[in-house]
């Protein structure tokens, strides 16, 4: 288990000081740091069609971006290159292991575990991000420069498909080592440039916008046919300019709108939904053939513990007190009456499930056969 | 032109009691009623392979549905069939001038024109619409029943693409004769079958549902990569279990979605650019070679006159007195300063000017310039 330090500060501090505010570097973070994965594994990964990897070159002014899935690695040289690999949580258990103590904050804000190998010379220039990231330098070492946001800097592109940003000041400016950990808030520039051959690993988060919001709701409503109320107006008054839209039904619209982001079934169903969809492909392993119950119950009762797929997003909602409990998985709702809050816990706060806590789901039929559905989808699994 | 009249009411006495509320049959309504479209003009339109027809069939128990385009009628024989032809006023401006009469509703609201004639004995069976429609009879003599809404009845299909409804108790029967004019609000079942040879013109209305309005804005998010503002979270407290989605995360994901709808001038400019969107193809003819301006101005100051394209969505909205107009014409918005609020009514509330109207818009360059803009785009077009 990776413990985190973090220093002098409680995590209460860290929250009320720090988090979505200002830059901070967490020297030894994790005491006695190891390596989850090795640079050769994390290229093993990089060689797969399925994995999202990337390149990153800096050749005298030149940036160069070269898109996975890669043959070798050779041509880079020795040095002013940066790996990097999208989502490695979803395909390596043991990385995945680093989201764990940062979950003070919540799953759905949570995203996944960027994982890069860089050169020295390194670093995928100057920028900043949309989203809050936690980056653990693991082997090697790495100068990491970080400035506040500030509006005056521009944004350009060296390459195509490389976003960055002009000089900044930092207020940060340090040579990471293993088991240093840095908090970058959004919109804070920051440049990550290697000394020694490095791992870094990101934590990264997601917070939508107001547009992937009402996006999320428009495609939810199309798939499950919910046409909602529709725009009504007995006893409205003779146009007398019929190609106004006049305020008051404009205001309408308005009002059918917000009515319908009023009713709490709707937005919590939708929002779990919706924030629990994957945003990319899992390695789902489906076992074949699919178990019966019966065999499930005989596995966990003799002490057998299950693990959940790296990647799968869970996350549950009560809205009241002693009410029901709305139980998203992969996009899915199950909802469950208020004395199975137990379930949604165990299946949304742990990435792994001890021998007591397997043992719950045994317990009533109806538990036996949710995991049981659960396992046959590939979603929970047998940890050897 | 077509003069509406509602017998003993008046228009205020039909929006304020009938209107959305209760059907109402209005006998000689256009007095001396001409069709403006002959039964073969119909069928010619019918051929065509851009205009949506449809025939209806009744053999005994069995309905049909028959798709256009047609190559001929012959082999529906004489009796128990109907040709509807979908947004006639689109490709006939003499048919479109039915819509006129209606336009103490405001343009938004207002669909377009379906036109269908009925041999004997034919209808499309029993059943109800979402929308508003008033049914003008023209030549023939049907037979029109109409019930008030009722929860009980029942909806099936006869045919997969026919959605009708169980029996129902009419509150209207009647036979209906040329001028005649049958207000049906959303929810009515109802029911016409023909007596005689049949020409019958709905003017149909329409109510966007939330559904259609929240994917609507959405659209308008993606389209114009409107990201608004990013759901943040500084100083949240930390998470005793991370799987839970908490109240207050949800709440504030409810108020980002809530505030972006309070956004006047986001709001009005969405909404007028949605609702005046075409939502099937318009028979746009653009002018080739484009119209130079001083060649508009010529023929305007010599006295021509202009006509709308049928079925182009115009509709204009301000927000504050003495404020800004946002002009919107198919789909696209123009913003007006308020003293050019004349051009925004004369453009939308007129489907077509007269010569001292046409004259408006030679007054000013802009003018000018916007006029020619609009004739070579082939939404507006000199009248023979
Ligand atoms: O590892 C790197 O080189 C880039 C990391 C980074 O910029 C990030 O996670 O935001
Ligand atoms: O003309 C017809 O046969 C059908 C008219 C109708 O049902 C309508 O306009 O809603
Ligand atoms: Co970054
Ligand atoms: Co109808």
Redesign the pocket.
């Known amino acids: 288990m990776y413990s985190l330090n973090f220093g002098s500060l409680t995590i209460e501090q860290f929250l009320a000081e720090y988090w979505q505010q200002k830059p901070l570097l967490i020297k030894g973070g994790f005491a006695n740091f190891q390596d989850p994965i090795s640079a050769d594994e994390l290229a093993g990964l990089a060689l797969d069609e399925q994995v999202d990897g990337r390149l990153i070159q800096k050749d005298g002014g030149n940036w160069q971006l070269d898109e996975g899935p890669f043959d070798s690695f050779d041509k880079y040289g020795d040095q002013n290159w940066?790996l990097?690999v999208q989502a490695v949580d979803y395909w390596q258990p043991d990385a995945a292991r680093l989201l764990e103590p940062f979950r003070f904050i919540p799953n759905w804000r949570i995203d996944d575990l960027?994982v890069?190998f860089?050169a020295p010379g390194g670093?995928?220039g100057p920028?900043l991000?949309q989203y809050d990231?936690f980056?653990i330098q693991g082997m090697g070492k790495r100068r990491w420069r970080v400035g506040m946001p500030d509006a005056s800097l521009e944004q350009f592109c060296p390459h195509p498909r490389l976003l960055q940003v002009s000089d900044f000041n930092a207020c940060i400016d340090d040579v990471m080592e293993p088991g240093d950990i840095l908090y970058?808030p959004p919109g804070c520039p920051?440049d990550?440039i290697s000394l020694e051959p490095s791992l870094?690993y990101?934590v990264?988060f997601r917070a939508p916008a107001q547009k992937d919001l009402i996006g999320g709701l428009a495609d939810y409503l199309l798939d499950f046919q919910i046409e909602g109320e529709r725009f009504n107006d007995p006893g409205r008054l003779r146009s007398l300019s019929p190609g106004e839209i006049n305020s008051r039904d404009l205001g309408q619209v308005r009002q059918l709108m917000q009515q319908l982001l009023a009713d709490d079934d709707l937005l919590s169903h939708w929002f779990g939904s919706y924030i629990s969809q994957a945003k990319r492909e899992l390695d789902l392993q489906e076992p074949e053939p699919h178990y019966q119950a019966e065999e499930i119950a005989e596995y966990l009762d003799e002490g057998s513990v299950l693990g959940r797929l790296g990647g799968l997003r869970c996350c549950y909602q009560q809205a009241k007190a002693e009410g029901d409990v709305q139980l998203f998985i992969n996009g899915d709702r199950f909802p469950l009456p208020a004395n199975e809050i137990d379930s949604a816990r165990l299946l949304t706060d742990r990435s792994q499930l001890t021998e007591a806590e397997c043992r719950h789901f045994v317990q009533t039929p109806e538990r036996l056969a949710f995991i049981t559905q659960l396992i046959n989808q590939g979603y929970w699994y047998f940890v050897e």
Do not use: F, K, R
């Open positions: 940066t990097l960027m890069s860089s670093g995928v920028h991000d990231v980056i970058i920051h990550g870094n990101s990264g």
